[in-house]
């Protein structure tokens, strides 16, 4: 029978610096799920570990490398050409009222995040709502895991795992989360917005209420400047 020391042979010793580490990099890498939950579970039957602090060190380790996932995003749509950018302000607007809820629930539920993730780094969704959004929704994740695991027992736990930590599921999802979050990129870039947002988010189309941080009103002002100063 498959064991917890057989799929993860985690070092206790390492302690939480080692849970923060390990979370850190399994998250990092864009669509390859590599799953943490095994640590999680692992340190959950040590008595030296406190279960809350498991979720919260965790999740910081989780957090701390989605949201540079989200910066490359972020800082990587200046690569965008004017007419993506134009095309892209409607999303812009309606992220940046309901991303923090589609951050919460792609940092609660066991989906790809960075299919979520990335689109909102290219609308310039606000990076602290961001980290919040994402730290509640992994906490949580994270205390079911661990305290379901405490509830249910070791046995119980590692016939589950033992069970479904095929190699070969991994490598398919990682294929998946590629492809999926290619053809989102794409259609984010290439979907005229305004059409589609329009019809159910008429607000969103209004020119009010700009975002103060969004490049393109920043690219816009200095050509003004330079109009002025040429008249």
């Known amino acids: 029978m ?36 095994p640590l999680l579970i692992t340190a959950s039957f040590n008595s030296n570990f406190n279960p809350h ?14 949201t540079i996932i989200f ?12 007419q993506t950018k134009h095309r892209m302000r409607p999303l812009q607007k309606l992220v940046s009222r309901y991303g ?9 539920t066991p989906i790809p995040d960075d299919i979520v993730y990335i689109p909102l780094g290219l609308a310039k969704y606000n990076p602290w709502k961001f980290a919040t ?30 069970e479904t930590t095929d190699p070969t599921w991994l490598i398919v999802g990682a294929i998946a989360s590629i492809a999926v979050v290619g053809v989102i990129i794409y ?23 700009n975002n103060n941080n969004d490049d393109d009103n920043d690219n816009n002002s200095k050509d003004d400047d330079e109009k002025k100063e040429e008249s």
């Open 2 to 37: 498959v064991t917890l020391d057989d799929l993860f042979p985690f070092d206790t010793e390492l302690g939480y610096l080692g849970i923060l580490i390990i979370s850190f990099v399994a998250s990092l890498i864009p669509f390859i799920p590599i799953p943490y939950f």
């Open 53 to 66: 602090l498991i979720a919260l060190v965790s999740a910081s380790g989780i957090v701390a490398a989605k």
């Open 71 to 82: 910066f490359a995003s972020y800082y990587g749509r200046k690569i965008l050409s004017d």
């Open 100 to 108: 923090w809820f589609g951050a919460f629930i792609a940092a609660l």
């Open 133 to 162: 959004a994402t730290f509640a929704g992994k906490i949580l994740m994270n205390e079911a895991i661990v305290w379901s695991s405490i509830f249910l027992g070791r046995p119980f736990v590692e016939r589950i795992l033992g």
């Open 187 to 209: 259609y984010s870039l290439k979907i005229d917005w305004a059409r589609i947002i329009g019809r159910w988010f008429p607000w969103a189309l209004e020119n009010g209420d």
